[in-house]
């Protein structure tokens, strides 16, 4: 049982460059989120899937777009990417119980955008 | 605004001391608080969740406690280990059941020294 694994753990890219940040679970979830944690500042949602085969924006979302590929699989994509989206990117995936959903966190993808 | 606000910034102690991390927040309408631990390079853990009617949730030497009516929560850390040093991070989530939108406070960065 591996929870939560994104894929690359660190990337370097060049201003205009695209890429594409993998993220998949095995804990069976519904929900599954992105974020990113820039210094100083609170992680800030991108984009989350409540369920396989919806997205919806969350707090930060221009210059991201997402896939739920699968119930397992959500991946976050840079179709141009600027120096301002250099920052630290965590997948996440939940499950509703009782209420509350307990969010279990990948270990990061560290983004460097020159 | 729903925010977050967390003190210390950041709190250096010695190896078998206690603790206590703060955490005030103005987000509405209340759902509950969650505390999380993050290791330097990795994602987040959750160490507990409190709903409105809970005041004190415990989860080994940790004990977080939730004052609704004064906004307010603190992280205690009972006899510290090297492993306790991290970040932790308070998050409120508001909205109803399966709305909830999670606001996340910037952490307080605990060090443990021998």
């Known amino acids: 049982n591996a929870g939560v694994t994104q894929t690359p753990k660190f990337q370097v890219l060049k201003t205009g460059q695209s890429m594409t940040l993998q993220c998949a679970q095995d804990m069976n979830h519904n929900s599954m989120y992105w974020y990113r944690q820039d210094p100083g500042m609170g992680l800030r949602l991108i984009y989350y899937?409540?369920?396989?085969?919806?997205?919806d924006k969350g707090e930060v979302p221009n210059g991201y777009n997402v896939s739920r590929l699968n119930k397992r699989e959500f991946s976050l994509r840079l179709e141009s990417a600027a120096p301002s989206q250099t920052s630290v990117y965590f997948c996440a995936s939940s499950d509703l119980r009782r209420g509350t959903d307990t969010q279990y966190f990948g270990p990061g993808t560290r983004l460097t955008v020159l | 605004k729903n925010q977050v606000e967390q003190s210390p910034q950041s709190l250096i102690i010695l190896e078998g001391k206690n603790c206590t991390l703060q955490c005030n927040y103005t987000v509405s309408p209340f759902s509950n608080l969650r505390w999380y631990k993050q290791d330097t390079g990795r994602g987040p853990v959750s160490l507990t969740i409190m709903t409105f009617s809970e005041n004190t949730k415990s989860n080994g030497r940790y004990t977080a406690t939730l004052d609704a009516d004064t906004k307010q929560s603190s992280l205690h850390i009972t006899a510290s280990q090297l492993s306790d040093s991290a970040s932790y991070i308070c998050v409120v989530s508001a909205g109803g059941f399966g709305n909830e939108k999670l606001t996340f406070g910037t952490g307080t960065r605990l060090t443990i020294i021998p």
């Open positions: 899937s409540a369920s396989e085969g919806t997205t």
